[in-house]
């Protein structure tokens, strides 16, 4: 098997299964019981989210555990907006924002917020001028996402926090579910005052993520109910996925150290076989994360080429998962400046730590040959 969606879901590691494993059976009782066993799990909680901020480099009391990326996106959008809706009804975002954080935007405007989604120039880069230009009196927030889920651009949050700086009242959130493990970022003194990671992405669990919040910021919570996680995010805690997760932190962080340039390396190799097919026509820029790579083949369908490669047991994707489903064309890449021929025939390569080079050169020899395949049927 040759799996390249990782951008969709990682394999789990072992070794965090197996923390999980134990962690369900051993500490089973809820942490809000007030009894011995439900102290322990207390305990094992405060532990977990203690690994978690030493890792991420923040006081533990501004860690918030979740379900993952979606969670963490909408919580920190209409949280903010809900609770700071007196002060302004003003939101900044991009064209190329994950469905989670543009769709939520999109909600806000049926409850009487104004969004102004900041255009991209081809390589998936919003304007710093432009940013500042759409900074108003009445902006509360700016959520922008750090990697983009699709084509790999990397977006200049060390700028934009710096400009965040200078508004004390204007909130930034960074959606960083596909960056982190692979493109570095700061989170203490960055002008970054909330930021969400996934478990599922760094090959943990699903149904794991973490809202980061800075200390100082408040929200509107979406969820009421037992004020657990400081009452930002009420409900019984899914301890064993906090330590799985805290576990998958450590883990990608070491392999980001580790193997960052051999991934990179990887992604050069890709690009170059991909360029060797006439055919194709690649859209992430050279300057990308170094796990995503996007392509087009115009007049050919990706699902009928997916379908080819899966036959194979190659495993890529189109979209992000969460709209691959969809056959209209590419949001994204229309937002680039593509046409919609090559926004409607894009497809979306996503490596891990794991994947060889032997796997990058039978995933293009197989695409040649889906490709001649497809040629033939339709002709």
Known sequence: ?????????????????????????????????I?????????????????????LDVTPSEVIFTSGGTEGNNTAIKG???????????IITTEIEHPSVYDACKSLEDLGFEVTYLPVNKNGVISIEDLEAAIRKDTILIS????????GTIQPIEKIGEICKQFPKLFLHVDHVQGFGKVPLELRNSGIDLCTLSGHKIHGL?????LYMRQGVNLFPLFHGGNQEQSFRSGTENLAGAVSLGKALRLIKEKE????????????ILREKLTEIDEVQINTPPEAAPHIMNFSVPGTKPEVIIHMLGEQEVYISTKSACSSKQKEESRILLACGYSKERASSAYRVSMAYSTTEEDILQFADYLQQAINQFRKVME
Do not use: W
């Open 1 to 33: 098997m040759i799996y390249l969606d990782n951008s969709a879901t990682t394999i789990p590691d072992p070794s965090v299964m197996k923390s999980f494993e134990q962690a369900s059976t051993q500490y089973f009782a809820n942490p809000s019981s």
């Open 35 to 55: 009894h011995q066993l439900g102290g322990h799990s207390e305990h094992l909680l405060t532990k977990a989210k203690n690994q978690v901020a030493s890792i």
């Open 80 to 90: 903010i907006a809900l609770e700071h809706r007196k002060r302004g009804k003003h």
């Open 144 to 151: 922008i996402m750090h990697v983009n889920n699709e084509i």
């Open 206 to 210: 699903k149904g794991t993520g973490i």
């Open 257 to 268: 150290q580790t193997q960052g340039t051999e991934l990179k390396s990887l992604q050069a």
